[in-house]
């Protein structure tokens, strides 16, 4: 009988299986490490444009900033000139109000009461005059009560005193001015 030896055929089936053990070993890996480079590569790629995006809000932003300080600036330009506005506007409808209060003063002023000396602080207008009696002193303020223009007269002081042998009355008076209802802008004229 002939003796024939398996070994070297099973030697050679177990190396090829080993090599070919190796080689899907070896694709398998390159397969993974190409999926995972084309992850990683995909990952990078999405990070660089959220990293330009973010860039992008924040020049808008930026921008937005300037832009609401301006509008701030503007607002603040703005009311200053509505201020002003409202300024002229009271200075252009009061005009016309201290040439009635003068008016009012002369009018009101009885025969032998003489003014001195004329003041306004705001409404409040203060008066010094000299009269020939305390009775010509009331009449006057009784007429500063009828009139439109100016009300609550209030006597501060009264001297009498003698003056080239006739008797004189010094007076300080004081009273508010006030605006008829029909010189009153209406709320219409006050808004622009």
Known sequence: MARVNLLPWREELRKQKRTEFFSVLGVCAAIALGVWLAV????????????????????????????????????KEKENLIARMKAIETLQTSRPIIVHLFDELVSTLPEGVHLQQVSQNKKKVTVKGVAQSNARVSNYMRNIESSEWVDKPKLSIIETKTKNRHRIADFTMTMVQTIPESERPSEDEEEF
């Not at 660089?48 to 937005?64: D, H, P, T, V």
């Open 40 to 75: 990683h590569l995909h990952y990078v790629e999405l990070i660089k444009q959220q990293e330009a995006r973010n860039a992008f809000l924040a020049k808008q932003i930026e921008l937005l900033d300037k832009k609401i300080k301006e509008i701030k600036e503007l607002e």
